[in-house]
T-cell receptor
């Protein structure tokens, strides 16, 4: 199994550009998450989803959008990129709550710079 | 909502010694607590989960304790090796009825040969 796959691995954007960070998982997990991690900081939850068609905001959702049309995919959309969105973005997935205590499986990350 | 504190200063220890990392939390006592390892340029990887009714959990050279009175978890690596050098994150449920996790900022461990 590939687990959680994120693309691209690296990206440089100009201020005001838009892009979509892709995330797909092959573990048939219901729950999926997007985090950002700034240097020396912990993971901040941007958006999460409890299943196809259901998404909700996390701690830092401003400037981002998500969709969940399938169980496997959970893309993160950046509209009008700003320097404050320079960060490392991680996608994660987990099985149903109550089974395994919500252990999360992470992708390798997307390193984004907005210049 | 829950807040987590991990020692932001790096922990440097000699190979063979026991490393002890601390995770403190505020507010309610969570149903469980998790520890993850993160290597530079990689995503976090799950290591151990301990539930509120468990005082201690072991996995090979790893040991986690959970003290709900002190609102603290300790993460121990015995007989540490240079390969154990990484950042270790603790994580708790956001609130009592959600599967979302809140992560600490992590403690970086450096094991010197």
């Amino acid at each position: 199994n590939a687990g959680v796959t994120q693309t691209p691995k690296f990206r440089i954007l100009k201020i005001g550009q838009s892009m979509t960070l892709q995330c797909t998982q092959d573990m048939n997990h219901n729950y999926m998450y997007w985090y950002r991690q700034d240097p020396g900081m912990g993971l901040k939850l941007i958006y999460y989803s409890v299943g196809a068609g259901i998404t909700d905001k996390g701690e830092v959702p401003n400037g981002y959008n998500v969709s969940r049309s399938t169980t496997e995919d959970f893309p993160l959309r950046l509209e009008l990129a700003a320097p404050s969105q320079t960060s490392v973005y991680f996608c994660a997935s987990s099985g149903p709550r109550g089974l395994g205590g919500n252990i999360q499986y992470f992708g390798a990350g997307t390193r984004l710079s907005v210049l | 909502s829950q807040k987590i504190e991990q020692n932001s200063e790096a922990l440097n220890i000699q190979e063979g010694k026991t490393a002890t990392l601390t995770c403190n939390y505020t507010n309610y006592s969570p149903a469980y607590l998790q520890w993850y390892r993160q290597d530079p340029g990689r995503g976090p990887v799950f290591l151990l989960l301990i539930r509120e009714n468990e005082k201690e959990k072991r996995k090979e050279r790893l040991k986690v304790t959970f003290d709900t009175t002190l609102k603290q978890s300790l993460f121990h690596i015995t007989a540490s090796q240079p390969a154990d050098s990484a950042t270790y994150l603790c994580a708790l449920p956001y609130s009592s009825n959600t599967g979302k996790l809140i992560f600490g900022q992590g403690t970086t461990l450096q094991v010197k040969p």
